[in-house]
């Protein structure tokens, strides 16, 4: 019996709660980068929070979200997969909220 696949695939996943943190940490930063460029009126800070908000993006579409959920077989076409990372790289602080509220209502209910 080959239990390579099912050893393989649970070391792929991430725990919600670790994840969330990971999200937060992404939007702290990003929050911080934003309030220290409104305070101090500096490029340096607008410059950082504007390109940290999509490598906050790229962070959490490469390591969590990769780890987070597994895209169903039937529904794993390139426009489906496509659009749903574009979705969570874009709007990354609100669309990584609402699916951390559906996996938790997944999980309790």
């Given at each position: 019996m ?7 695939s649970?070391?792929?996943?991430m725990?919600?709660?670790?994840a969330f ?5 992404c939007?702290g930063?990003?929050?911080?980068a934003v ?16 390109f ?10 490469r ?8 895209w ?9 997969v496509?659009?749903g990372k574009?979705?969570?790289f874009?709007f ?6 609402f ?11």
């Amino acid at each position: 019996m080959d239990t390579s696949n099912d050893i393989g695939s649970q070391q792929n996943t991430m725990r919600l709660r670790a994840a969330f943190l990971r999200w937060a940490a992404c939007l702290g930063g990003f929050v911080l980068a934003v309030v220290l460029a409104a305070s101090l009126h500096s490029n340096l800070f607008g410059n950082l929070a504007f390109f940290g908000y999509f490598a906050a993006g790229f962070y959490l579409n490469r390591c969590v979200l990769r780890k987070l959920i597994e895209w169903h077989p039937l529904y794993n076409t390139l426009h489906n997969v496509s659009s749903g990372k574009l979705k969570f790289f874009l709007f990354w602080p609100i669309s990584y909220f609402f699916l951390f509220i559906r996996l938790g209502i997944n999980k309790v209910l």
